[in-house]
Every structure is written in C-alpha cells, then in structure tokens.
C-alpha cells in the first residue's frame, strides 16, 4: 500500500484540534479560540457589539459595564477591542479578580507571549486551584510546543478536578507528542472511551510520520466502533493510490 505524501502535517492537525475541541479539548474559552472555521459570510456575521457609554457612572459600575461589552466583544471574536475594555475594567477597578484569566486567554491567542504569561501567573495567584484556568495554561505551553511543562499543568488540573474532561483530553495530546502513545491513550480513554481514544493516537501518530502504526490505531478504533469519522476518513486517505510519480 503506498501512502500519499501530500497527508501534510498541517491537516492532520486540523483534524485533531477539531476532534478534541469538539470533545472540550483546547483552552477554555476556547475551547474554542483553536477551532478552525470557515469566515462567515456578510448576511450571517452578527453586528459588532458597541461598547456602552461609562463616562456618567460610579467606578466600579463603570467597571462592570466595560467587562461586560469585553465579553460580548469577545465572543464576537474581537480580541483587541476587548482586550482594551478589560483592561479599562481593571483600571477603573483594581479589584477586579476576573480581568486577568480573560486577557490570559486573549493575549495568548494574539501571540503576545509576555502579556500572556504575565496574566496567567496573575489569575492563577487568585485562583491557584482553578482547574479550567490550569488547562487553559498547560494549553498556552501546548501552543508553544513545551509539551512537558504542559502536561505538568495538566495534570494540576487534574489533581484538582479528576473528572475534568478538557484536562484529560489535553493531557492525552501533550503525552502524545512526547511520543508516549500507550499513556496518551489511557489519557483519551478515560473520559472518550476506548475508539476515540485510538482514532485520536492514530492522529498524533500520522503527524509523526509513523503511517503504518496510525493506520493501526484507526483499525483498532473502527473495530470498536465502526461509523468513527475521523478513523475512516484517515484510513480512506491513506488507502488512496500515491500521485508522487
């Protein structure tokens, strides 16, 4: 059987993130900023949220207006209008303990390493036992490749909240790109059962070019459940004859 050189990492990955967004995999508000969407169309975007006026309010009423609009403007996807109104929140209300976990998030998602980082300690030195905030910050290491220092927060949130299905499902991808697959499973496993959790090694596996020990994962999978898209999809990929001439 030949397999195809086009299985660019780059889709392989795609799959994955879709796979364990879908499952509550990526980071908490989030689970969501990692998900790959096509743009909407100009009659399906919704109207861009405008902040409201605080200039006539008490302070910390000015406050929670402006993180409020930051929210909505979130939501919408617009990372830097919010991030101006939470920091304006905080500004106008220093003791606002919610602002930082939400710039941690949107500062890690536009790239800026330093905020990001700097936000995070902040969140986690109010809420230091917060298991949705330490896999958020296990999937900022993730996002950087530090695969180790993820799995350690990882795995503190897990410690906090043993049932946590992101936090297991994050795990298991970090484990898996350590190259631990029998631990990634039994990660995956734990809270997707046994056939998304080979469909998902198998995906880990093909993004380290290992095709032969991927396509067996996905068979495995099949064998569990067998109308899995991801493990079909995969294995009708590699089945298809090898256009390299």
């Known amino acids: 059987m030949k397999h195809r050189s086009t299985a660019a990492s780059l889709t392989v990955r795609l799959a994955l993130l879709v796979v364990a967004c879908g499952f509550g995999g990526c980071a908490s508000a989030p689970s969501f900023s990692t998900m790959v969407a096509a743009p909407q169309s100009a009659a399906d975007q919704t109207p861009a949220v405008k902040p409201e006026s605080t200039d006539t309010l008490p302070p910390k009423q000015a406050a929670e207006a402006c993180f409020a609009t930051a929210q909505k403007l979130q939501a919408h996807g617009d990372a830097k209008e919010a991030i101006v109104l939470y920091e304006r929140a905080r500004q106008l209300n220093p003791q606002e303990r919610r602002v930082s976990r939400f710039l941690a998030l949107l500062y890690d998602q536009q790239g800026d390493d330093r905020l990001a980082l700097k936000e ?33 927060e990882f795995r503190k949130a897990i410690a906090e909240s043993p049932e946590n299905e992101r936090a297991w499902v994050n795990l298991g991808l970090a484990l898996g790109e350590q190259e631990r697959f029998a631990e990634s499973y039994d990660a995956f496993a734990k809270v997707l059962g046994p056939a998304a959790a080979h469909s998902n090694v198998g995906v880990i596996l093909a993004a380290h070019q290992r095709s032969t020990e991927a396509e067996a994962q996905f068979k495995q999978a ?7 898209p991801q493990a079909r999809a995969f294995l009708a990929h590699f089945e298809q004859p090898s256009t390299t001439p």
Request: charged fraction near 30%.
């Open 222 to 228: 099949l064998a569990i459940q067998g109308d899995l």
């Open 120 to 152: 995070y300690h902040k969140a986690l030195e109010l809420a230091p036992r917060d298991a949705d905030l330490l896999s958020d910050f296990g999937y900022y290491y993730y996002r950087r490749h530090d695969w180790k220092q993820a799995e350690v």
